[in-house]
């Protein structure tokens, strides 16, 4: 079965810096995707960036960057100039190439943005 | 908006009592989940359906139940309820056409 592991249950960073979340995944298999996704105060599940195993090249999104490394079974979040909307948990997420589409989660990062 | 919504969007429910939270999608879209949330775990899947009347057991399914009658709205009953449960629950729904769930609103559930 995969696992996401998601090691920082929290992180801050001042507004307009730079921050990175991280996440490993354990997968015996070689075609999956990977997900970030958002959550702020009003619960809702916002899809942040997707990335697909099979493309080498990093999925960006304006502010929003990935630096996914397959064969260390990393994928991590960059946020570039940090806006109080990012403030949110931030959840990791592994989906098999195949089947029921089935999403495992990480345990999730509270980001915090500073003023 | 994915057209996916989940009722009641919150409930207090006493132990040993039986609960049913619905998901209702406009959408059409076959494949349907039902997730929990729980600090220090995000989100695990309960249940999952493929279609009508076809579901199948996630990762926490202990205690619950699912039933899929019609297209549009997938139901998960705690025949029990138990003081784990209490949770946020999401539903979840994935258009084939696209590598993403779309999930609604979430319900939460206080069991005393």
């Known amino acids: 079965a995969q696992t996401v592991t998601q090691s920082q249950p929290e992180m801050s960073v001042q507004e307009a810096e730079t921050v990175t979340l991280s996440c490993t995944y354990d997968?015996?298999?070689?075609?999956?995707?990977l997900f970030w996704y958002k959550q702020p105060p009003s619960r809702q599940m916002i899809l942040v960036i997707r990335?697909?195993?099979?493309?080498?090249q990093n999925a960006t999104e304006n502010r929003f960057s990935v630096n996914f490394q397959k064969a260390a079974k990393s994928f991590s979040l960059k946020i570039s100039d940090s806006q109080l909307g990012d403030a949110a948990m931030y959840f990791c997420?592994?989906?098999?190439?195949?089947?029921?589409?089935?999403?495992?989660f990480g345990q999730g990062t509270r980001l915090t943005i500073n003023p | 908006d994915a057209g996916i919504t989940q009722s009641p969007r919150h409930k207090v429910t006493e132990t040993g009592t039986p609960v049913t939270l619905r998901c209702h999608q406009t959408?059409?879209?076959?494949?349907m989940y039902w997730y929990r949330q729980d600090p220090g775990h995000g989100l695990r899947l309960i249940h999952y359906?493929?279609?009508?009347?076809?579901?199948d057991k996630g990762e926490v399914s202990d205690g619950y139940s699912v039933s899929r009658s019609k297209t549009e709205d997938f139901l998960l009953t705690l025949e029990s309820a138990t003081s784990s449960q209490t949770s946020v629950y999401f539903c979840?729904?994935?258009?084939?056409?696209?590598?993403?769930?779309?999930f609604g609103p979430g319900t939460r559930l206080t069991v005393l």
């Open positions: 979840a729904i994935s258009p084939p056409s696209e590598n993403e769930q779309f």
């Open positions: 997968t015996s298999e070689s075609d999956y995707y």
């Open positions: 990335q697909e195993a099979y493309k080498q």
């Open positions: 997420a592994y989906r098999s190439f195949q089947g029921a589409q089935k999403l495992v």
């Open positions: 959408e059409n879209h076959r494949y």
């Open positions: 359906s493929y279609g009508v009347k076809d579901t």
